[in-house]
């Protein structure tokens, strides 16, 4: 059973256009994360937050943008997209209890 | 440079054969996880081990956590092909500890 959600699971579009990748969780998280992994390869860290109202950059530059209004969302958009955005991307809550984080089924981007 | 080495990066095994996985660092890390990961999905949290020394286990798989906190294994007994998949050590930095540091993965394939 699934308490963070990702849509779309596949997604492929054409360069240059703006999307939106979303994430929602029902377990009242405060702390939240979106990465991106290649297949089978290491996750890098692209943006964070810790709360509504507060979202940083992660260790991986990225052309992308994040939103954190409600404590349950945080929407990861690209204005516009180019091949190079091709990947998968995986968002997480992480747990106040025990550190551990949960993440979403993810996003299969591809840009054409 | 990665924080969090892990090795074998691939490992190929028949059913039933032992195995271990290493996650190995210069740092000192206050907690550290492993991941499953299966292909297509998001990582799933196995385990966290927070005490130097401390040893977990969850049915057939051994978690170790180093004496000094600086690395961590995994054993796997008897394995099978359920076993297959990208597994994951995760650590939070002792001192800072905002965010997980990713290991860059082991990609385990069990063989009938």
């Known amino acids: 059973e699934a308490d963070i959600y990702q849509t779309p699971r596949y997604l492929v579009i054409g360069t240059g256009k703006k999307i939106t990748l979303e994430c929602s969780q029902t377990?009242?998280?405060?702390?939240m994360y979106w990465y991106q992994q290649d297949p089978g390869m290491e996750l890098h860290l692209i943006h964070y937050?810790?709360?509504?109202?507060?979202?940083e950059k992660g260790d991986l530059s990225s052309e992308s943008t994040v939103s954190r209004i409600r404590t349950e969302h945080f929407p990861l958009t690209l204005e516009s997209a180019r091949p190079s955005h091709t990947s998968q991307y995986l968002c997480a809550s992480r747990s106040p209890v025990n550190y551990g984080y949960t993440f979403g089924s993810g996003t299969r981007l591809t840009v054409v | 440079t990665q924080l969090l080495e892990q090795s074998p990066q691939f490992l190929s095994i028949q059913e039933g054969e032992n195995l271990t996985v290493y996650c190995n660092s210069s740092?000192?890390?206050?907690?550290l996880q492993w991941y499953r990961q299966e292909p297509g999905e998001g990582p799933v949290l196995l385990v966290t081990?927070?005490?130097?020394?401390e040893v977990k286990k969850l049915k057939r798989l051994t978690f170790q956590f180093g004496d000094a906190r600086k690395d961590s294994s995994l054993h796997i007994t008897a394995a099978q092909p359920g076993d297959t998949g990208l597994y994951l050590c995760a650590g939070l930095l002792s001192g800072s500890a905002r965010q997980l540091t990713f290991g860059s993965g082991t990609q385990l394939t069990v063989l009938p």
């Open positions: 740092s000192v890390f206050s907690s």
């Open positions: 937050s810790y709360g509504v109202n507060s979202t």
């Open positions: 081990v927070v005490t130097g020394g």
């Open positions: 377990m009242g998280h405060d702390k």
